[in-house]
């Protein structure tokens, strides 16, 4: 049976659907399974992907020709049967279910399983042949529920606003500070943002997520504001002539990779808040097993340590080499994407390290 999808030098491509699927060269028709810049780029010809992700698109990559359709909505695209669904990463994250030759494959993109406000929450496909990411492939990897980090959040940033001192937390400007926004305490002080965070704030009320008010770092008059402020900001803000502005502060950032021992004292941050936007080890495990299908394509992260799990459970596996997961397309104060990007890979890690 032939392949649904494979590697070219543009990207992963649907012969029977003559498209790619998050191309890192410019083709004639992509779709995108959501708009952090790895995976969304500018040059193609016709874009498809969710109509949630519309906005925030369009926030990205400017006036695209651009088709969406609805979550679950089949279309036909030459002799493949496509629709999109939810993949619980980012606003407008989808997996890519395609149907032709007899065979089912789904290409999930980025995705994580823990359901929260600012996104649909992921949805199981069953298929043949799933594609799967494995950012955080490791079974160090095992994310504390949300609600505990956000706990964790607000007694810091409520703490530092009893010392009259800002709260920095650097998060990804595309889906992590939304997400963070929507679920801290807005009664704790003034929400204030970079201003790479700003326009995607906009594609998101525009989309209809229900955010705090928030007002740029730029138009805040008083900086006695900023004395109780949680300030939302891009890493590569860290350290520049932009924190000036704070006085005193306390730094944070919020990412999975915060769960390794030392990626804290690295980058010599005051406090470190395990929340990221993909599966962790065991949410790996448990969408490659919810989906069913009994081969599974690993294209990035801990691809090795993944393909020899799945091997050992019995599955086919394999992987393809691809460009996602750029370390500087989303960690930029000039760029309102968000893509997480570990700061330092371990040479390795137990298999039982938790």
């Known amino acids: 049976?032939?392949?649904?999808?494979?590697?070219?030098?543009?990207?992963?491509?649907?012969?029977?659907?003559?498209?790619?699927?998050?191309?890192?060269?410019?083709?004639?028709?992509?779709?995108?399974?959501?708009?952090?810049?790895?995976?969304?780029?500018?040059g193609h010809g016709d874009y498809l992907a969710a109509h949630d992700a519309r906005h925030v698109l369009r926030a990205r990559l400017g006036?695209?020709?651009?088709?969406?359709?609805?979550?679950?909505?089949p279309l036909t695209i030459g002799a493949a049967r496509v629709s999109?669904?939810?993949?619980?990463?980012?606003?407008?994250?989808?997996?890519?279910?395609?149907?032709?030759?007899?065979?089912?494959w789904v290409v999930s993109g980025d995705y994580k399983?823990?359901?929260?406000?600012?996104?649909?929450?992921?949805?199981?496909?069953?298929?043949?042949t799933f594609i799967t990411e494995s950012t955080f492939g490791l079974p160090v990897y095992r994310w504390p529920p949300q609600h505990e980090v956000m706990a964790a959040v607000d007694a810091w940033w409520a703490a530092n606003a009893a010392a009259g001192r800002a709260s920095v937390l650097f998060?990804?400007?595309?889906?992590?500070?939304?997400?963070?926004?929507?679920?801290?305490?807005?009664?704790?002080?003034?929400?204030?943002?970079?201003g790479a965070v700003a326009p995607l704030n906009e594609a998101y009320a525009a989309s209809g997520v229900a955010l705090p008010p928030m007002r740029c770092v730029s138009e805040v008059a008083d900086p006695a504001d900023f004395k109780h402020a949680l300030v939302l900001a891009p890493p590569s803000a860290a350290g520049s002539p932009w924190m000036k502005r704070f006085g005193a502060y306390s730094d944070?950032?919020?990412?999975?990779?915060?769960?390794?021992?030392?990626?804290?004292?690295?980058?010599?941050?005051?406090?470190?808040?395990?929340?990221?936007?993909?599966?962790?080890?065991?949410?790996?495990?448990?969408?490659?097993?919810?989906?069913?299908?009994?081969?599974?394509?690993?294209?990035?992260?801990y691809v090795p340590v993944m393909v020899r799990w799945l091997r050992e459970q019995g599955l086919q596996a394999e992987s393809f080499e691809?460009?996602?997961?750029?370390?500087?397309?989303d960690d930029s104060a000039d760029d309102?994407?968000?893509?997480?990007?570990?700061?330092?890979?371990?040479?390795?890690?137990?298999?039982?390290?938790?």
């Open 84 to 104: 999109l669904h939810p993949a619980g990463h980012v606003l407008g994250s989808a997996q890519v279910r395609i149907e032709a030759q007899g065979s089912v």
């Open 252 to 301: 944070a950032f919020a990412s999975g990779w915060m769960q390794l021992r030392g990626a804290r004292r690295r980058r010599a941050l005051d406090r470190g808040f395990v929340l990221s936007d993909h599966a962790d080890w065991p949410g790996l495990q448990q969408a490659i097993a919810a989906c069913g299908a009994r081969r599974v394509i690993v294209t990035h992260g």
């Open 63 to 73: 006036q695209i020709r651009l088709q969406t359709v609805a979550y679950g909505q």
């Open 322 to 329: 691809t460009e996602y997961g750029d370390e500087h397309a």
């Open 1 to 42: 049976m032939t392949d649904l999808v494979i590697r070219r030098p543009e990207g992963l491509y649907c012969p029977a659907g003559d498209f790619f699927i998050d191309p890192w060269r410019p083709v004639a028709r992509a779709v995108v399974t959501h708009a952090h810049a790895d995976h969304a780029r500018t």
């Open 171 to 194: 998060c990804y400007a595309f889906g992590k500070a939304q997400r963070i926004a929507a679920a801290v305490d807005a009664a704790i002080g003034p929400i204030v943002v970079h």
């Open 113 to 128: 399983l823990e359901p929260e406000a600012t996104c649909a929450a992921f949805e199981p496909v069953p298929c043949d």
């Open 336 to 354: 309102s994407a968000a893509a997480e990007v570990a700061p330092v890979q371990p040479a390795a890690v137990p298999a039982d390290s938790e």
